[in-house]
């Protein structure tokens, strides 16, 4: 009999179940006619004999993880990986010649597979787990696979990823949690892909919540309600006479909010505190339009929350994410490195792809230099530490395989040292072909598509690096300097030859990134194949701000990280043309209801309320009506909470203010700003 387990295993799968050098060292013994002896039982075993006296035996119905071998690993081990790499060609030469292959297996789902497996699979404590979290209702990306190389199923949920390696085998399903396997997340991906199949079962991709119990109101209201009133106040007193003493407050509102699970609220409680913290310090992180659009988002939430909306509840509030998620064996690849500098503090962010759970990671160090000390920029930044054993330019351009790393809510990563858990960074090839969509974007096209269908912000996840994927070019159509703005910008082209821009702002803190993007892009460091970066829609359609250059003679290229050159002369182009009059307008009234936030509703100026006055009639003269009633609502609540100084009439104010500042955000996502 043959073993359909084994002869749907791929090397990447192996990976996946084992460690990728582990596969590589294998596949070269097999390679180098060093693999083992098989034989197949007629129970199915299979019996890989080696050289050095070992013996591996996979059995039916059990993970390679459980597989005896006489190595006594206690992990997979490379006796077992070579015995499995080496199993497909054994059953192709031990078959007839004349045998009749089998018809195609149909598409087979893990919503299949029945709770019966399930209990004799995993312990009684392990699937009474499971049915809490399912009582409680939680929320799952479904991706459904052809199982042809990393392309499988999987289920991204709160706190880690489940992917099904093998069909019909529950045996391979690995998460990418601490346990990794037969762990409670694999009954909730089962669970998920039922109702995925219930939903939509042609959609490559669908997105469920997962609930025995129907759920009513929607819990923590009152957590919901302490953050609600702090952030009136904020906004009636504004960051010019609130900055302070208002640390109790937010405490008790992050308690609540921390006792209730909502992890994007008081991820963007915490921004606001930050913020204001950043403004009573003379920080250059303070900026009047961030703190809008951070108390926009705890607005938005809270009231999306109440509402049976396109976005569950759960969702919008991130009931389901962990604070802290302790990951198995993962492999991570470097997509580049920013640097930001504020006074005498430099702080890192190296970017991460996870190709296994298609997701992105952030390494953040910062570091801060005393008043008799040069704080360091560029190149010189990139020799200091990010990770035990490598320099930030080092972790920057390379890959890294750990095991024992934590991720925090919003995907900031964490490395561990203690016990047996390590960490190693090698350098990559800047080979990203094998990154999965949307992590790698070959179609621009397809991408904006998906944008527009995406919820606003302020209902989508709380998390760094939202918006940063790596890009396959095609051909760089022109590279252009302008010294006013000091910005280096290329038309470029994707692999099916849909154009888009990248552009690079100069910055104290990266001296040498305008130069090396010029050169990248210019061809004088071999052909330029990747670029990574944040993303942003703008009028005139995508735009990225790049990170980093993967070229044929250079690898990859960290911009912020390269010392100070000289690019030579570029050509300098004409004159931009001006923002679009729609788009102008909107950035026009995100400024003035900023500049409310900055002042308080409470202490505006005359000269403000002209301003939102004017901004009302230039919105309505270009058709956005229900957008101008709510600015001149805005006014009136405005004019009405003067007078009366009653606490009602200042809550309608502060609520005016949230539906100006919401639709206004809506308006620029969907026209881009």
Not at 431 to 451: F, G, I, M, T, Y
Not at 528 to 534: A, K, L, N, T
Request: glycine content about 8%; proline content about 7%; aromatic content about 4%.
């Amino acid at each position: 009999m043959s073993r359909p387990d084994l002869l749907a295993l791929t090397p990447q799968s192996l990976a996946a179940l084992a460690n990728l050098g582990l596969v590589k060292r294998a596949q070269k013994d097999l390679e180098q006619g060093k693999g083992p002896r098989l034989e197949e039982l007629p129970d199915g075993t299979v019996v890989g004999t080696f050289e050095d006296g070992s013996t591996a035996r996979l059995v039916p119905g059990k993970a390679l993880k459980d597989s005896p071998c006489t190595c006594n690993a206690t992990s997979v081990c490379r006796h077992r990986v070579a015995t499995a790499l080496a199993y497909p060609a054994f059953s192709a030469a031990a078959a007839p010649s004349s045998e009749t292959p089998p018809p195609p297996s149909p598409p087979w789902s893990p919503g299949q597979v029945e709770d019966a497996a399930l209990e004799q699979l995993l312990s009684q404590r392990v699937m009474e787990r499971a049915r809490v979290y399912r009582k409680r209702g939680f929320l799952a990306q479904v991706r459904r696979g052809t199982f042809e190389g990393e392309d499988v199923p999987r289920v991204s949920l709160a706190t880690c990823t489940v992917r099904f390696l093998v069909p019909r085998d529950l045996n391979y399903a690995r998460c990418d949690c601490a346990a990794g396997l037969r762990c409670e997340h694999l009954p909730l991906a089962v669970w998920a892909f039922r109702a995925a199949d219930a939903k939509d079962p042609t959609r490559p991709e669908v997105s469920v919540e997962v609930a025995r119990e129907q759920v009513g109101e929607t819990p923590g209201g009152a957590a919901m309600d302490t953050a609600g009133e702090l952030m009136r106040f904020l906004l009636l007193e504004g960051a010019q006479h609130a900055s302070t003493g208002l640390a109790g407050r937010f405490a008790v509102a992050r308690a609540g909010l921390e006792e209730a699970r909502m992890a994007w609220p008081l991820t963007a409680l915490d921004d606001v505190e930050e913020l204001l913290g950043a403004y009573v310090s003379r920080s250059a992180r303070y900026v009047p339009t961030r703190l809008a659009s951070v108390v926009t988002e705890l607005f938005a939430r809270m009231r999306a929350a109440r509402i049976q909306a396109t976005v569950p509840p759960r969702a919008v509030l991130g009931m389901d994410e962990a604070p802290e998620t302790k990951l198995d064996y993962v492999r991570l690849v470097s997509l580049g490195a920013r640097l930001f500098a504020d006074g005498r503090e430099r702080r890192v962010e190296v970017i991460l792809a996870d190709p296994a759970a298609v997701g992105l990671l952030v390494v953040r160090r910062a570091f801060t230099w005393p008043e008799d000390q040069t704080p360091e920029d560029g190149h010189r930044l990139g020799s200091r530490q990010a990770v035990s054993g490598a320099s930030i330019d080092v972790l920057a351009r390379g890959q890294v395989v750990t095991s024992g790393a934590r991720r925090l809510t919003n995907r900031l990563v964490m490395f561990s040292t203690q016990g047996l858990q390590r960490t190693s960074v090698t350098p990559q090839s800047g080979d990203w072909s094998r990154l999965p969509s949307p992590l790698l974007v070959k179609d621009v096209r397809a991408l904006e598509a998906e944008w527009r269908d995406r919820p606003p912000r302020f209902l989508r996840p709380h998390q760094l690096a939202e918006n940063v994927h790596a890009f396959e070019l095609s051909r760089v159509v022109d590279v252009t300097y302008s010294p006013g703005a000091q910005e280096v910008h290329a038309d470029v082209e994707d692999a099916g030859g849909t154009a888009f821009r990248v552009e690079l702002a100069h910055r104290q803190v990266a001296p040498g990134a305008l130069d090396a993007l010029a050169e990248a892009l210019s061809g004088k460091r071999g052909r330029p194949r990747y670029v990574s970066g944040e993303v942003r829609r703008t009028a005139r359609g995508l735009v990225v701000e790049p990170m980093a250059v993967v070229c044929e003679d250079a690898g990859v290229i960290v911009l912020d990280l390269q010392p100070a050159t000289d690019a030579g002369a570029l050509r300098t182009p004409g004159v931009s043309p001006p923002l679009p009059p729609l788009q102008a307008a909107l950035a026009e009234v995100e400024g003035c209801l900023a500049d409310a936030v900055h002042q308080g509703l409470r202490h505006v100026v005359p000269a403000w309320t002209a301003r939102l006055h004017a901004g009302a009639l230039r919105v309505r003269g270009l058709g956005m009506k229900r957008l101008a009633d709510d600015l001149e609502a805005l006014g009136t609540k405005l004019g009405a909470a003067r007078a009366s100084g009653g606490a009602s009439d200042e809550a309608a104010l502060t609520t005016a203010w949230a539906d100006a500042a919401v639709r206004t955000t809506v308006a620029q996502e969907q026209l881009g700003g």
